[in-house]
């Protein structure tokens, strides 16, 4: 009996002694589940410039444009058609039209003697556009009228030539050349498909928007369309419409995307010029980390005549909570656990981790064992910190947006203009590996096409 009286007393005092624990205890890790990608629609008004097609035309269809040198081919006559000044655009309603003004020189057989003359002929044009389902400009030409500028004479002789015969026979000849040249040189120097096609395999790619803060832009497009083309002044504009559900990387590179295929062209009928864009921009823990502890590591907080050391942070989830691990040395030597819930600030623009708080088992751990520590500023710094960190990242990312948007080249003669005129975060959550935030932008974009060089 009496060693059950011994056994009963001490046993208390084993199980006090057995609770007791050296730090607090790790909270769990884990996530909830990810909410659904909102699409996005970008629009970007394509201007085409009138007068640098006219300028690439000009450059393309220069000094001879057609010639016969056959005097047996049934004509009794040898041509050649030079372009005599440049080509002037116009836009009529759906149409451009154009004069294309040519010197003639012509040689006429008599049969007893070769006679020349020269002469002056405008021919008036007219080219209507259309795009195909697989993004291919499809140009018809046609000739609307021709004028005499000067009628052929003879440099010797008293023969008169047939003036209409000539007319009809560099009309039947050169019309075929001008607009098959008009026709192939729309197609082959504006390839749409390519351009389009192009650009939409670049989507795809990720994009380095700071270096500084490791920033990763993927578009990722899951379909494209555009507005039927329209000519207005002396432009031709028209739109193109993309649905994504873009990515943004804070911290690490983005795996690669393998690209769809381009789909087929979806015509709308009405577009703004302006965008909205909901990226769900990742924030890596381990990037996360790396910036707070460029605050805090090696930061002492002290109470009295003791202190403690910042050694070392981690982050990760707990639901919708994200945990502080701090790892101390000093009058204490061990890790504490702060949790907050990742809440927007609209006032502020930022992401601000709301009631940063000890956790339970850390603040009875320090209620026993370290009270001093619930009295220091070491929590409203690490909350500061935390905040920091995504209002700075914020400021870079539309910084670095814009800068990009300024002026991107996209081939010699296209580029792409923007203004990015709000950036704000829309939600927040907790992965296995980021911090995930819903960022919406706003602004818009406009593509220039200069020519067709």
Request: glycine residues 6%; aromatic residues 8%.
């Amino acid at each position: 009996m009496r060693i059950l009286r011994i056994l009963l007393a001490i046993t208390p005092i084993l199980f006090i002694v057995g609770c007791k624990t050296k730090e607090p205890v790790r909270p769990a890790e884990q996530y909830a589940a990810l909410f659904e990608e909102r699409l996005s629609v970008i629009n970007i008004p394509v201007d085409i410039s009138l007068r640098e097609l006219e300028r690439s035309l000009n450059q393309q269809m220069n000094g001879l444009i057609y010639e016969d040198k056959d005097l047996n081919d049934g004509d009794n006559m040898r041509v050649r058609a030079e372009k005599r000044q440049d080509i002037r655009l116009g836009i009529d309603s759906q149409l451009i039209k154009y004069r294309v003004p040519l010197s003639l020189w012509i040689q006429y057989d008599l049969g007893i003697s070769k006679v020349e003359a020269e002469g002056e002929l405008s021919i008036d044009f007219k080219t209507a556009f259309a795009i195909t389902e697989d993004w291919n400009i499809i140009t018809v030409t046609e000739v609307v009228r021709h004028d005499w500028l000067k009628k052929p004479r003879l440099k010797m002789g008293v023969v008169s030539l047939p003036i209409g015969f000539i007319a009809d026979l560099v009309l039947k000849n050169s019309k075929a050349a001008l607009t098959r040249s008009i026709d192939d040189l729309v197609q082959e120097r504006f390839n749409l498909r390519e351009l389009v096609g192009e650009a939409w395999g670049k989507m795809y790619e990720p994009m380095l928007v700071s270096e500084a803060y490791n920033t990763w832009l993927v578009v990722n497009p899951q379909a494209i369309g555009m507005t039927p083309l329209e000519m207005k002044g002396d432009k031709i504009r028209g739109t193109i419409l993309v649905e994504s559900q873009p990515r943004v990387n804070i911290g690490r590179a983005p795996g690669n995307i393998r690209p769809q295929p381009l789909p087929n062209l979806q015509l709308r009928q009405e577009a703004g010029d302006d965008f909205t864009i909901h990226i769900n921009t990742e924030i890596s823990y381990e990037e996360a980390e790396r910036i707070a502890k460029t605050q805090l590591l090696g930061e002492t907080f002290s109470q009295g005549k003791r202190s403690v050391t910042v050694q070392g942070l981690e982050l990760y989830g707990q639901g919708n909570k994200i945990v502080v691990n701090t790892v101390l040395s000093g009058s204490y030597n061990g890790s504490i656990y702060l949790v907050g819930k990742p809440n927007y600030n609209f006032r502020k623009n930022t992401i601000e981790i709301e009631k940063l708080d000890y956790e339970l088992s850390s603040r009875n751990f320090l209620l026993k064992s370290a009270g001093w520590l619930l009295k220091s500023t070491m929590k409203n710094k690490i909350e500061e910190n935390m905040n920091f960190l995504l209002d700075y990242n914020l400021q870079e990312m539309q910084a670095q947006f814009q800068e990009q948007l300024e002026s991107f080249k996209i081939s010699d003669d296209v580029t792409l203009k923007g203004e990015l005129k709000d950036i704000s975060i829309q939600n927040a959550f907790l992965a296995p590996e980021a911090i995930i935030v819903d960022l919406a932008l706003s602004g818009r974009l406009n593509i220039n096409v200069n020519g067709l060089n």
